[in-house]
């Protein structure tokens, strides 16, 4: 890898970019970016252009010599990158409102990465994904492609078993998990050991060190949690929790309180709309903050979005390639043997030290008996999900979603998929031939 990086932003007009060049520019002197590219699709030119002369500004603002390209020709901007970060939304929040909509009218959990609308994502995104890949294998054969594009674990597994790139996928929970501690112990991140067991969304943490000292009982104890904006912050039950003896993702409020969150969502939806709806007014409101030709830096609004720390994630993880830091990072990598219950190339989500050859997953010192089977009944769902995504399979899709733990029965399945099918067909051509 050359000294003068090329760095390929796909998805280059999502409101999170202003977070991502601040971390270029704070990085600099560690990660010495050359050339910065931002490359959307035609629906998201306007976006593109406003985010992208923000980035200019504060790149103007910072004085380092960093190249900003926005374009709207992926290929262009892949060409001979060191780097490609994914972080599309295909369909766009509109997308992403009936992907949490129309399960809710079948009384299902509407959420744009668990249950039936992750796998709409992920119908809708793999084939994108795959064409990237493609791109890549073409012109940067080299390239490390970071995916954050959710549902991220399962278009990680389909890129290693699909593509030829070298790619490694990425989640905002971990690293917001390593922030709350931070705060709530005022430790620094080198004091914190926490064992991450599990796949995207669905993990659990089985171990919590805060200076050699052991403070998962006391974790489980309090219930205090580390949350994300876009799950609703009902408390866990305390006898439940203790008897778990591992901290859950927020995640996981949707398969252990499945109807206390039905009831939230529905009644948020009558109050506010979707996330998606909600998500979007507050986009509205950033890139007119963006659209200000004084405005030179990241702005505080961005954090309402939700996904904190994703930016954070993606240049700590780029530093710890390009300078072989041997760093623990927690990452979405093909399992080997790690989890012996799964198969070797499903997709897990563990921590891995980082090389300049890439993450290796560090072996897992508990995995509690009562998580496996949770952990396991998912991984199918995705796996089947992901060859559906492939062959557009209405057969795979089904089996699918009926064996998914959040969705009750084929009788609510067969419907709910052929309505939230009708509803992407300009997304999923496979699926219409």
């Not at 926490?194 to 200076?211: D, K, M, P, Q, S």
């Not at 998914?404 to 084929?410: E, G, N, R, T």
Request: net charge negative; charged share 25%; hydrophobic share 40%.
């Amino acid at each position: 890898m050359r000294g003068a990086l090329k760095i390929a932003i796909i998805g280059g007009g999502s409101s999170y970019t202003p977070e991502i060049v601040e971390g270029f520019i704070l990085r600099y002197a560690q990660l010495p970016v050359k050339e910065l590219w931002f490359v959307d699709v035609e629906a998201g030119k306007h976006k593109l252009e406003i985010v992208g002369n923000l980035a200019k500004r504060m790149i103007e603002k910072s004085g380092l010599p960093i190249d900003v390209h926005l374009t709207l020709d992926r290929r262009k901007a892949i060409e001979g990158a060191d780097f490609v970060s994914t972080q599309l939304r295909v369909g766009l929040l509109e997308a992403r409102k009936w992907d949490e909509h129309i399960p809710n009218k079948y009384g299902v959990i509407g959420q744009e990465t668990t249950g039936p609308g992750g796998m709409m994502k992920a119908l809708r995104t793999i084939p994108v994904l795959l064409d990237i890949c493609k791109d890549i294998e073409e012109l940067a054969p080299n390239a490390w492609l970071l995916n954050f594009t959710n549902p991220a674990g399962m278009v990680t597994e389909a890129i290693h078993k699909y593509g030829k790139v070298k790619s490694i996928g990425l989640c905002n929970a971990p690293i917001g998990m390593q922030k709350w501690l931070m705060k709530k112990y005022s430790v620094p991140a080198e004091q914190i050991y926490t064992e991450f067991v599990g796949i995207n969304h669905l993990h659990w943490v089985t171990r919590a060190e805060i200076g050699g000292e052991d403070k998962l009982p006391e974790l489980l104890d309090r219930r205090e949690e580390y949350s994300g904006k876009n799950v609703p912050a009902s408390e866990w039950d305390a006898d439940f929790l203790r008897s778990l003896q591992a901290l859950p993702s927020y995640y996981l409020k949707y398969f252990y309180m499945t109807d206390v969150m039905v009831q939230e969502q529905l009644a948020s939806m009558k109050e506010s709309g979707t996330r998606a709806e909600v998500v979007k007014r507050v986009e509205d409101e950033l890139f007119e903050l963006y659209k200000d030709p004084n405005l030179q830096e990241k702005p505080k609004q961005l954090e309402k979005r939700g996904g904190a720390y994703y930016s954070e994630a993606a240049v700590n993880l780029m530093d710890s390639l390009y300078n072989d830091k041997r760093d623990v990072q927690t990452l979405n990598v093909m399992n080997g043997n790690i989890i012996d219950f799964l198969p070797q190339d499903a997709c897990i989500e563990v921590n891995c030290i980082v090389t300049a050859q890439g993450p290796i997953p560090v072996a897992l010192t508990k995995v509690p008996e009562h998580i496996k089977g949770l952990m396991h009944a998912v991984k199918t769902y995705e796996r089947l999900t992901i060859e559906a995504a492939v062959q557009g399979s209405r057969d795979l899709a089904l089996q699918a979603l009926v064996h998914h733990p959040l969705v009750p029965s084929v009788g609510i399945a067969k419907p709910m998929l052929e309505e939230m099918l009708e509803q992407n067909k300009p997304y999923l051509p496979n699926f219409f031939k």
